[in-house]
């Protein structure tokens, strides 16, 4: 077994626990001055302070005096899709509000032509450059939804896709069922039939090949409804995906209401989240996945993330990698945003996009925190402390990312392809 002694930490970071931290809970976190951290084949050994243990064999990685955090834990992406959306920009600049766009035929009704157009080969190259970039900015687990190909054989194209590339590449991704993102072109005048459509075929289908763990919806204005949303995620829960949902993100229609309701793990956006919804979500241990990044980008309000957490909600922080509202992938400014606009502590956003995050998409057991037994995920940074991490906008502060007991040193980009990120 490989055995990896990663010593001379100056500051190691660390949420702990198997399931989401809240209320007051979200901000404490362990630091350790002077720390070790000793991997074994894939997971982690030990954690300490002061002089290491003697680890006869090891190989030895100095850290420099850097700053140690776990990976990242990107919990809210659409990684899968093709073509991209730089044209509705202008638009935005003028106005024109998001369900003008979807209701002329653009937004994800326009990446939907793309994806379908795209064979699946090609959807997983241009993920894989998505994925290259994650990683660089210090992400090592990624949840990707499908929701572009709104058509049995096309969601089925983009869930196939994300497990090829989760078989391929270091950064583990988790997939979700987002068949209910919109209604298709073709359904337009025949709701009734895509929503029989999504409960006897889709759902049954992803179901039995396994491609999916969770199952979404975007509950919203011209979209889903909140009882729709209910048939579609009780449907999902009953062939054993687990139910998430897009929430409240442009009005409050009972989307964060319902995900107490049914149980989901999480619900994501809730930038116009009521306080009906925040006590059913505190309730239910639903986790809270807040998107910064894509209020910034949408000139929108941003989530009550303050009263989530004094509600008892767990929060996490996620990209919400897409083509149109946030085509952003650097976890790193989300972390900036979660102290600038949610008015978060330092502490409370490391816990968001980390071990909270792990929380979301299932794997706060084996990742989210530096603890003996879960996988050696852990990334070193460029800053002497959090403050700093969180205080420095704009900068990659990636010195190392270790991935599964793997160290993979960023220094920058080098030229095209990845071998300058997997290789290493």
Same mark, same amino acid.
């Not at 049914?262 to 994501?268: K, L, P, T």
């Not at 957490?309 to 083509?323: Q, R």
């Not at 979660?338 to 968001?352: D, F, I, N, Q, S």
């Given at each position: 077994?490989?055995?990896?002694l990663?010593?001379?930490?100056g500051?190691?970071?660390?949420?702990?626990?198997?399931?989401?931290?809240?209320?007051?809970?979200q901000?404490?976190?362990?630091?350790?001055?002077?720390?070790w951290?000793?991997?074994?084949?894939?997971?982690?050994?030990?954690?300490?302070?002061?002089?290491?243990?003697?680890?006869?064999g090891?190989?030895?990685?100095d850290?420099?005096?850097?700053?140690?955090?776990?990976?990242?834990?990107?919990?809210?992406?659409?990684?899968?899709?093709?073509?991209w959306?730089q044209?509705?920009?202008?638009?935005?600049?003028?106005?024109?509000?998001?369900?003008?766009?979807?209701?002329?035929?653009g937004?994800?009704?326009s990446t939907?032509?793309?994806?379908?157009?795209?064979?699946q080969?090609?959807?997983?190259?241009?993920a894989?450059?998505?994925?290259?970039?994650?990683?660089?900015?210090?992400?090592t687990?990624?949840?990707?939804?499908?929701?572009?190909?709104?058509?049995?054989?096309e969601?089925?194209?983009?869930?196939?896709?994300?497990?090829?590339?989760?078989?391929?590449?270091?950064?583990?991704?988790?997939?979700?069922f987002l068949?209910?993102?919109?209604?298709?072109?073709?359904?337009r005048d025949r709701?009734?039939e895509?929503?029989?459509?999504?409960?006897?075929?889709?759902?049954?289908a992803?179901?039995?090949?396994?491609?999916?763990?969770?199952?979404?919806?975007?509950?919203?204005?011209?979209?889903f409804t909140?009882?729709?949303?209910r048939?579609?995620?009780?449907?999902?829960?009953r062939?054993g995906?687990r139910?998430?949902?897009?929430?409240?993100?442009?009005?409050p229609?009972?989307?964060?209401?319902?995900?107490g309701e049914?149980?989901?793990?999480?619900?994501?956006? *809730?930038?116009?989240?009521?306080?009906? !919804?925040?006590?059913?979500?505190? %309730? &239910?241990? @639903? /986790?809270?996945c =807040?998107? #910064?990044a894509?209020?910034?980008?949408?000139?929108a309000s941003?989530?009550?993330?303050r009263?989530?957490?004094?509600?008892?909600?767990?929060?996490?922080?996620?990209?919400?990698f897409?083509?149109?509202?946030c085509p952003?992938l650097?976890?790193q400014?989300?972390m900036n945003l979660?102290?600038?606009k949610?008015?978060?502590?330092?502490?409370e956003? *490391?816990?968001?996009?980390t071990?909270? !995050?792990?929380?979301?998409i299932? %794997? &706060?057991? @084996? /990742?989210?925190? =530096?603890e #003996?037994?879960k996988l050696?995920?852990?990334?070193l940074?460029?800053?002497?402390?959090l403050?700093?991490?969180?205080?420095?906008?704009?900068?990659?502060?990636v010195?190392?990312v270790?991935?599964?007991?793997?160290?993979?040193?960023?220094g920058?980009?080098k030229?095209?392809?990845?071998?300058n990120?997997?290789?290493?």
């Amino acid at each position: 077994m490989d055995r990896l002694l990663i010593h001379n930490i100056g500051q190691l970071v660390t949420p702990l626990g198997r399931s989401a931290r809240r209320g007051q809970e979200q901000g404490k976190l362990q630091k350790l001055q002077h720390a070790w951290v000793l991997l074994e084949g894939e997971c982690i050994a030990q954690v300490g302070e002061g002089d290491p243990p003697p680890a006869p064999g090891a190989a030895r990685l100095d850290a420099g005096g850097r700053l140690a955090t776990p990976g990242l834990v990107d919990a809210h992406t659409h990684l899968i899709f093709g073509g991209w959306r730089q044209n509705e920009l202008a638009l935005k600049l003028h106005g024109v509000p998001y369900l003008d766009i979807l209701a002329q035929g653009g937004g994800i009704l326009s990446t939907v032509q793309a994806t379908r157009a795209a064979s699946q080969q090609q959807l997983e190259e241009k993920a894989a450059r998505a994925l290259d970039e994650m990683f660089s900015f210090g992400t090592t687990t990624c949840e990707a939804k499908s929701g572009y190909g709104l058509s049995t054989q096309e969601e089925c194209k983009q869930l196939r896709a994300i497990r090829a590339l989760d078989e391929r590449y270091p950064v583990d991704l988790v997939s979700t069922f987002l068949g209910a993102h919109a209604l298709p072109q073709e359904y337009r005048d025949r709701r009734g039939e895509y929503l029989r459509l999504l409960c006897e075929e889709m759902i049954p289908a992803v179901a039995a090949e396994g491609l999916a763990e969770f199952c979404d919806v975007f509950c919203e204005t011209g979209v889903f409804t909140a009882e729709e949303s209910r048939e579609i995620l009780l449907c999902g829960r009953r062939h054993g995906l687990r139910p998430k949902i897009h929430a409240d993100e442009i009005d409050p229609i009972g989307g964060s209401q319902l995900a107490g309701e049914v149980g989901a793990i999480s619900a994501e956006h *809730l930038i116009v989240c009521p306080p009906q !919804g925040i006590s059913s979500m505190a %309730r &239910a241990g @639903t /986790v809270a996945c =807040l998107l #910064p990044a894509t209020s910034f980008y949408l000139g929108a309000s941003f989530a009550p993330a303050r009263q989530m957490i004094d509600a008892g909600v767990p929060v996490a922080m996620a990209t919400d990698f897409n083509p149109g509202s946030c085509p952003c992938l650097n976890l790193q400014l989300v972390m900036n945003l979660g102290c600038l606009k949610y008015r978060l502590t330092p502490e409370e956003v *490391l816990t968001a996009v980390t071990l909270n !995050g792990a929380a979301a998409i299932g %794997r &706060a057991q @084996t /990742v989210g925190s =530096l603890e #003996p037994g879960k996988l050696g995920d852990l990334v070193l940074w460029e800053a002497a402390d959090l403050e700093y991490l969180c205080y420095r906008l704009g900068s990659n502060l990636v010195h190392t990312v270790i991935k599964r007991g793997r160290p993979h040193m960023y220094g920058g980009p080098k030229g095209p392809g990845r071998e300058n990120v997997w290789q290493n």
